[in-house]
């Protein structure tokens, strides 16, 4: 969320204020600056609250609605708060925003990877948790379409998910993955045949088989990560696990 593009140049002014000492001069120009600064964060925080608000009510927005519900004074920085609000969208809620009518920027949001999962939990939480769906899917998909167990939670560590250690934004993390998307069909969780003592591995279920494809996994991470993806072609269309694997 600290990475969008008129982060940097605050992060930078402020890392090299620290390095020459306190400024005291403090002109208005710098004053002003920390204020917009602070003040597009905060649009960007309502922006991604509001695409939330529509993806549960199942409701298209569009251009001219964001810039008067919540953009209002800040319209010229549009461009730049509605991409980084997108990516937050993808990257942490697993929700993408589609363009639909680009004459009237009209905007619908759907899951990615084309999953029929909401990620809506029935306790009433706030937020969605199809991004730690989609995240698991191409872990698994990285690790060759069977993930031990311990390299998954080393992955979900990174975005601060833990075993055992409520998540403010996906809720109990092992209740979901080892038996809600088990039951859901996603996900395959299982003990790898004579290990003792027992490790568990996981691979796609066959609703994630159904749904969408390991390509599509792959391509999705480079594509929010804006790496380079020319040689995906190449990559199978299906997971290659077996479910025979250890047959």
Known sequence: MAAFPWSQSEDESSSSQD???PNTEGGPDEDANSLLHKALHSTLMEMVEFLLLKYRAKEPTTKAEMLSSVIKEHQDHFPEIFSAAVECMQLVFGIDVKEVGPSAHTYFLVTALGLTYHGIMSDGHRYPNTGLL????WVIAVEDDCA????VW???SVLGVYDGKEHWIYGEPRE??????????????????????ASYEFLW???AHAETTTLKALKFVLTVNHRDSHFLPSLPEGPECNENHYA
Do not use: D, S
């Not at 989609?134 to 899917?137: E, N």
């Not at 395959?188 to 045949?193: G, K, S, T």
């Open 154 to 156: 080393e992955a979900l």
């Open 19 to 21: 390095e020459e000492g």
């Open 176 to 197: 979901h993955i080892t038996k809600v998307w088990v039951q859901e069909q996603y996900l395959v969780y299982r003990q790898v045949p004579n290990t003792n003592p």
């Open 148 to 151: 031990p167990e311990e390299k």
């Open 205 to 207: 279920g066959p609703r």
């Open 134 to 137: 989609v995240t698991l899917l």
